[in-house]
């Protein structure tokens, strides 16, 4: 039945389509005959009368929001789209077809569990703003408190399961029979995907976001994220203090209260790198509908983020080698940039060090003849995965949001001031991240953050010991026959063989030890310990 679905889905995408004669935005010769095939039967009727940007805004829109989100990612690369393009993909921000208000208000009713005059004293109807996912209302609450109301879409999440049992099938497809296809690991991708755009229906996730990414910034001046009222916060359904300020690409009302569009651009990506290493906790989907500009202070202009349904984060350890990878990918330092992805685990740990140095150097030199201003860093960062898949590099899909958001951080960073560089900005930051991690301070707060795990398990610890002890004389039992065996089959017993076969049993005894402590507490200072006291029998065993 799933398949018959996904099938069914297919052909509406392909009716579409060609019905609004998308291919045509691709040259003919750039098109495969199969595809030429497929839409030959949908193109049988009238083309509509409408220019190739309108076509493509509305088609995007009947495909539903997984082909929106795709429109709203487009509009942000003016570098990559022409302008007529840009125009009308803007649209898709937040002026999607909206559903009837009366339908909204009994929905928001349902959720709440009251008629909306006991929470209001005032409601509009109309919208908004109106989005993929969701639509949005303004009111006020009893206390007087101006507020935006979100509502998911009726019924939206049967279309969204069509659309993922299509990809699904679609990568079921190009990894068994793709030249590459286990490799990239599309039905991971899938999933992955799957995962992000079903908690983006759960809004209880998203008001959880927003009060965790307002209080990463409580202090500072260059993001406000809106107050979220919990009591009328459902799964389909929750309400946020309204803001008020101009949208991030309005250039026009930037130029006209003399806001300093280069301290804007440059704000926007300290930023980004503030949530991707300091706080390790990311907006992922920051097109130009969910970023908006406060300007009231014309020097000093601060944003206003929205929508955070959409959260990314890393691990430690892909944190790290992403700054160090970046740092020596624009020092041209490529020997370094080949030894971090082996180091990582990005590529198989059986890779040419050398082979991969060259390949990266090849497709990085010409990119770094350009000025440093002219340097797509967002597309740097995708050439060099791309670089790394030819070595056999898996998809990683925890970096997959975070190139999307780069890519868009990016593009709306050239909006703004088209001179941006935005490696002169991130690179200072990324140099004190790096010191920052491994200063005393910071192993201080990883410390206390680790001490009462710890304190809880070190009446463990004079166990750990004792049976290391004992294994360690064991050890030292067997001792004499192994030096035995080592004589005979040296045929002489040398002052040197004997240091050395101390030596050796001395590195047993510590990997012993360390065994024993990460086995039984998983923690670094129980190992340790146990190092300690093995290090000291073998020693009063051998001195």
Known sequence: MKKLQSIARFLKIARVIGRYRLDELLPSSMQPIQLKLILAPFKLGRAPQLNRAERLRLALEELGPIFVK??????????????????????????????????????????????????????DRQPLAS??????????????????????R??????????VGLMRLLAHILERYAPHGKRLKPIAVVEEYQQT????????????????????????????????YWPYCRRNVMVMERIYGAQVTDIATFNKEGIDLKVLAERGVEIFFTQVFRDNFFHADMHPGNVFVDISDAQSPSYI?????????????????????????????????????????????????????????????PIF???????????????????????????????????????????????LYPDLDLWETAHPYLEKWLKERFAPKSLWKELKRQAPEWLEKFPEVPHLILETTQNMNQLAQIAPQLQNAASTTAHKNTQSQRQYFTKALVVLGVSTGVYFGWEQLHQLPAAAIACLAGSVVLWQLFK
């Open 154 to 163: 009726p019924n939206i999440e049967k279309t969204i399961v069509k659309d």
């Open 70 to 123: 795709f429109g709203q990612l487009l509009s942000t690369r003016p570098d990559l789209i022409p302008p007529d393009l840009i125009i009308e993909l803007n649209k898709l921000q937040d002026r999607v077809t909206p559903f009837d208000g009366e339908i909204f208000c009994a929905l928001v009713e349902k959720a709440l569990g009251h008629p909306l005059t006991d929470i209001f004293d005032e409601f």
């Open 369 to 415: 003849e350009k000025p440093l201003k002219e340097i797509s860093f967002g597309e740097a960062l995708i050439t060099l995965f791309q670089t790394a898949q030819r070595f056999e590099m898996p998809v990683q899909p925890q970096l997959v949001l975070l190139q999307k958001t780069l890519l868009n951080i990016e593009g709306l960073g050239r909006q």
């Open 197 to 228: 755009i079903f908690d983006e229906l759960d809004l209880m996730r998203e008001t959880a976001n927003a009060s965790q990414l307002k209080r990463n910034f409580e202090q500072s001046p260059l993001l406000y994220v809106p107050n979220v």
């Open 305 to 365: 983020a929205l929508d955070m349904a959409i959260m990314g984060s890393l691990d430690r350890e892909d944190q790290y080698y992403l700054a160090r990878n970046l740092l020596a990918m624009f020092r041209r330092d490529y020997r370094q940039v080949a030894e971090l992805h082996v180091l990582s685990g990005w590529v198989p740990k059986s890779t040419s060090v050398g082979a991969f140095e060259a390949a990266i150097r090849a497709v990085c030199e």
């Open 131 to 152: 989005a993929s996912i969701a639509q949005v209302h303004t009111a006020t609450l009893k206390n007087g408190d101006k507020v935006v109301v979100k509502a998911v």
